[in-house]
């Protein structure tokens, strides 16, 4: 039985979409180089005559539908109507290779594909003769070619079906009847989890563990009418999911970016109130921030250094409930001189971020709220459907991931794993008994596999993964992310990864900032035809050394990094080293560079 509000996610829609009706904006989105908006009752009328076309060309209830595509339109409301259908979404990164594809579709013995484009397509042309159970293929452009005789149909096609069939004299009687059969057990959702090695295992999401958590996160951030919210992370991720739903059911209207590169346009464009995002996106804003400010005269960057300075002690004492009167008149002049006019080039006065699916350096984060903007972070995993805490307004307590939700209980076992209870845990793994025993405990309790304490402010402060934890040769424990967190700070370095697995020391793998590098070898005049050159120069490692050294002057003796390689590559989706949410396989990073790994252990002399 469900205790939510709404019970099951198309009732979230049809109620939300009934109470705003052409009243208000429910989705932004670009076509044509214009932003274009969608009311609310014309999105539940797309949602409800895709739906009519899915039934009408024989899916039914439990039918396991695999979507593939990137964040628009047609994918959300694909999401709802498979499930006002009672089928089952089965969502995918559209970097998944057609092998993958091919894994998951006969994992879960999936009846139908949608996918957005003939890219798309095409991978499913590849590996279609052998899925059995698949029988119908969706798309949402129009195709140029369709060599392999299959009964592809358009979105618009299934969409006018539904419009045109039989149905339509008793759409409404039909609509009700649908919502009203779907049960908050029923399951909503199949997400693959990408896993660092072997197959991909199915995150089983019933209807309830998805709308507990919208409802709760959505209370937790605060979404209401008047905020903008522009998503660019991607949709099939369980945690975007969420929290486009929290937004969607908060009465926000929400904003399609139009990809990755496109944000800083598109934040001038829409001057949204929110943003999901990963620590990433916030660590290269910051990057770019403070590369803007070295271009300044001596005078400028000493205002500037003076400003952050400021601004950081000033959030220190708000977060710590003292504020001093001097610091705020400081912070005043601070923000009127500096904060204020960098505000004014992103195109927006105040913003909420919310940030998740990674650790967050605290300087970053201090950084954005001297700044002016807020950043709360937030903590889950895809078996927890998948928020699990977030910062709190009014208990800011940079470091942790926040508290808790309020249906959601966490509690620390003897290793210091975290484990997690609510009804947002999922009901298991699909067609694996086995993972599902070791996942889950007798009393309901997951294990998350992640590291960390509760603080007296009682925050959750997350230190590693538990599998990522690893001993040197000297019996010493090395959180490698902790590290790499703050040899990330370095303006020269882009994305590193420790190394160390019982080994004598640590050493690291640093993928550059080659823009930074370029503009360094130009400003002490290094001459170079290429960046392995580049990156090869006694002066630029030297300096490059030299950063490291002072970030990690705090850091244990047995933590720090006594050799590095600069790679000259960046990492990419493509070729296995970065998953679809820009997380970095260490596995594959460390199987393709084993041989420059082995040669910064070969020798006794420190780079």
Not at 9 to 32: E, G, M, Q, R, T
Not at 107 to 115: P, T
Request: charged fraction near 25%.
């Amino acid at each position: 039985m469900s205790n939510t509000k709404f019970g099951t996610l198309p009732n979230i829609a049809y109620s939300i979409c009934h109470n705003y009706l052409d009243k208000k904006i429910a989705f932004k989105y670009k076509a044509n180089g214009e932003w274009l908006n969608l009311s609310y009752l014309d999105f539940w009328d797309k949602i409800e005559s895709f739906a009519l076309g899915l039934l009408s060309l024989g899916f039914k209830k439990n039918d396991r539908i695999a979507l593939i595509s990137e964040n628009r339109l047609e994918w959300i409301i694909s999401d709802i109507a498979i499930s006002l259908i009672g089928g089952i979404t089965v969502p995918m990164f559209p970097t998944t290779t057609a092998k993958q594809i091919e894994f998951i579709l006969n994992d879960c013995s999936a009846y139908g594909i949608i996918v957005s484009n003939q890219f798309q397509l095409n991978k499913i042309y590849q590996v279609h003769n052998n899925i059995p159970s698949l029988r119908h293929f969706i798309v949402f452009d129009k195709i140029s070619e369709n060599n392999f005789d299959l009964a592809i149909k358009t979105f618009e096609e299934v969409s006018q079906i539904g419009r045109q069939s039989k149905h339509l004299t008793k759409r409404n009687e039909i609509i009700q009847s649908q919502l009203n059969n779907l049960k908050s057990e029923d399951i909503c959702t199949l997400i693959y989890t990408s896993g660092t090695t072997g197959n991909p295992k199915g995150v089983v999401l019933t209807h309830n563990n998805i709308v507990s958590n919208i409802e709760a996160a959505g209370k937790t951030i605060n979404f209401g009418e008047s905020d903008i919210f522009l998503s660019y992370l991607p949709w099939c991720h369980a945690y975007e999911h969420t929290v486009l739903y929290s937004a969607f059911s908060g009465g926000a209207t929400i904003a399609i970016a139009e990809s990755i590169d496109t944000i800083s346009l598109n934040i001038k464009e829409v001057k949204p109130t929110l943003m999901t995002t990963v620590p990433r996106l916030l660590e290269i804003i910051r990057k770019r921030i403070n590369a803007q400010i070295a271009k300044e005269s001596a005078l400028k960057r000493k205002i500037f250094e003076w400003a952050f300075k400021v601004g950081r002690k000033y959030v220190e004492e708000k977060f710590s409930g003292r504020q001093s009167f001097l610091t705020a008149k400081k912070y005043e002049i601070a923000n009127n001189l500096v904060f204020s006019k960098i505000r004014s080039k992103f195109g927006v006065d105040d913003m909420r971020f919310v940030s998740g699916g990674a650790p967050l350096h605290p300087d970053v984060n201090y950084f954005f709220w001297a700044l002016g903007y807020k950043v709360y972070e937030g903590y889950g995993l895809t078996e927890a459907s998948p928020v699990v805490t977030v910062t709190r307004e009014d208990d800011v307590e940079i470091g942790t991931v926040g508290k808790p939700l309020e249906n959601v209980e966490i509690k620390i076992a003897e290793d210091g794993e975290i484990l997690v209870r609510g009804p947002n845990v999922m009901r298991g793994y699909w067609n694996d008994l086995q993972a599902t025993r070791e996942a889950i405990d007798e009393d309901g309790w997951l294990y998350t596999g992640d590291i960390g304490y509760i603080t007296e402010r009682r925050n959750l402060k997350i230190t590693d993964r538990k599998k990522y934890i690893f001993v040197t040769s000297g019996g010493k424990n090395i959180s490698p992310q902790h590290i790499e967190n703050i040899i990330n700070q370095s303006q020269y370095v882009d994305q590193c990864i420790i190394i160390g697995d019982n080994r004598e020391y640590n050493t690291a793998l640093i993928l550059p900032n080659f823009e930074e590098l370029k503009k360094l070898a130009d400003a002490i005049g290094i001459e170079y035809s290429n960046i392995s050159e580049l990156v090869s120069n006694e002066k630029v490692i030297k300096i490059i050394k030299n950063d490291i050294d002072r970030l990690q002057k705090d850091l244990s003796k047995f933590e720090r990094v006594r050799k590095f390689a600069l790679l000259t590559e960046t990492f990419s989706i493509d070729n296995g080293e970065l998953s679809p949410k820009l997380s970095i396989r260490r596995h594959v990073v460390e199987k393709k560079f084993a041989d420059l790994i082995e040669q910064m252990y070969k020798f006794d002399d420190f780079q």
